[in-house]
């Protein structure tokens, strides 16, 4: 552990905690992160809340400052592009030509907002939120909006998509959301958590436009979206339009070089890919679980825990990343926090009052097992759903419904 070079292609989140484990796991050789936007590691979370509203600054956006990274002995080079990688003669190589040569290779490339194919996408006033210069141009067009009085628009009815919407009402500004599917977040949601967030956003003033159809982005005489026309000849006036309709794993280097790919760089739980010397960790991955089926989870968790593994892989020291997934949201003032994945549920038991809507937390069941609790203002619950989730403990439906109960009598001791 006292030599070599392991090179990190990524700076974000996963690629961060990798060169952190690394070094608090004792290996003392030569590490290199490269990241290719022009700043150093930062929290993406707040871009479309708490900063994007103006709520912090800059400064509080900063992961690890370049000059605490340097004192840990981990190189950062920002604005550099990873072209290719060598796995034969074990080098990466970079746009202008440069190599570097790896005894250890970590793929935190993260992912890429998907767009659309219609006719305007390319206007300079449509954009996606994913990235620190992403949110920057948002909040310059948000402020036009507010000066000219025009409304946002936001394509996508996901979580990025309704924190930007959020965010943007309470600047004030008129927001429509469009949705393509029959209801909002239908992707992660049970359909009356679903209905619930419809029922806030209308309640906060935002125009839902679920099942809906685009035509083309209407653009004015300086070449900006003015509108969004649907296929029912319906039209939207707008100022801006953001892009939230999902991201696509960056895993082009790893299928390049002939590593395994689906939608992801496909790892098993240690983040290790086919080949002993690479590992991936974060958005770009997708994990191989034990029934064969693959994973993949766009979360700070995610991204952490395989950093973590990532690191103890290179060290030889396998470490599973198996704990429960856990994700969280900001809208208004409410904070969802979820715990588990609740696809496939086939009942559900409400904690608390949700027709009020302060504090309630959706216990969700597949075949009498808890899988999943997504709560509502109801931190307590979200803590306690992880508990019960990696012990393997499921209380009843009736049990999850019953605030007269306490779960925590059901979780294991020590």
């Known amino acids: 552990m006292d030599s070599g070079h392991i090179v990190i292609v990524g700076a974000g989140q996963a690629g961060t905690q990798t060169a952190e484990a690394l070094r608090s796991g004792g290996y003392t050789g030569a590490i290199t992160m490269l990241g290719d936007e022009p700043h150093g590691p930062y929290h993406r979370p707040p871009l479309s809340k708490a900063w994007l509203a103006g709520e912090i600054g800059e400064a509080q956006l900063i992961m690890r400052a370049p000059e605490m990274l340097a004192k840990k002995g981990i190189t950062l080079r920002t604005g550099v592009t990873v072209e290719a990688i060598d796995r034969a003669a074990q080098q990466v190589r970079l746009a202008g030509g440069e190599t570097l040569a790896y005894t250890g290779l970590v793929l935190a490339t993260g992912s890429t907002p998907r767009s659309l194919p219609l006719p305007g996408i390319g206007a300079p006033n449509v954009l996606p939120l994913r990235s620190k210069d992403d949110a920057s141009a948002i909040a310059a067009r948000l402020a036009t909006c507010a000066e000219r009085s025009l409304p946002v628009l936001v394509i996508g009815g996901g979580f990025i998509g309704l924190e930007v919407a959020a965010t943007a009402r309470k600047k004030g500004l008129a927001v429509t959301v469009l949705e393509a599917a029959p209801r909002l977040l239908g992707r ?4 009356l958590l679903s209905d619930w967030y419809a029922a806030l956003h209308r309640a906060h003033g ?9 035509a083309s982005i209407e653009l004015d005489a300086a070449g900006e979206a003015c509108a969004v026309l649907m296929a029912d000849g319906s039209r939207h006036p707008c100022g801006l339009v953001v892009l939230g309709v999902g991201v696509a794993a960056n895993d082009q280097l790893a299928a390049a070089c002939g590593l395994a790919c689906d939608r992801g760089i496909v790892v098993d739980d240690c983040t290790r890919t086919a080949d002993p010397r690479i ?3 974060g958005d770009c991955t997708a994990r191989r679980l034990a029934d064969g089926s693959l994973l993949r989870l766009e979360s700070v968790q995610n991204a952490t825990e395989q950093g973590k593994s990532a690191a ?6 396998p470490r599973p990343f198996t704990a429960t997934p856990w994700f969280w949201s900001d809208q208004y003032d409410r904070k969802l926090q979820m715990a588990g994945l ?24 597949r075949a009498g097992r808890l899988i999943a609790v997504d709560s509502v203002n109801a ?9 019960l989730l990696d012990a393997g403990v499921s209380p009843t439906p009736e049990q999850a419904g019953d605030v007269g109960f306490d779960l925590g009598t059901l979780v294991p001791k020590g």
């Open 279 to 281: 590992v991936a960790a």
């Open 312 to 317: 103890a892989a290179l060290l030889g020291q």
């Open 188 to 191: 992660v949601l049970a359909p």
């Open 206 to 214: 935002v125009n839902l436009v679920l099942e809906a159809r685009i």
């Open 342 to 365: 609740s696809g496939g549920a086939d009942a559900w038991a409400v904690r608390g009052d949700m027709a009020a809507g302060t504090s309630f937390s959706v216990y969700h069941f």
């Open 379 to 387: 931190a307590k619950d979200h803590l306690q759903a992880r508990k």
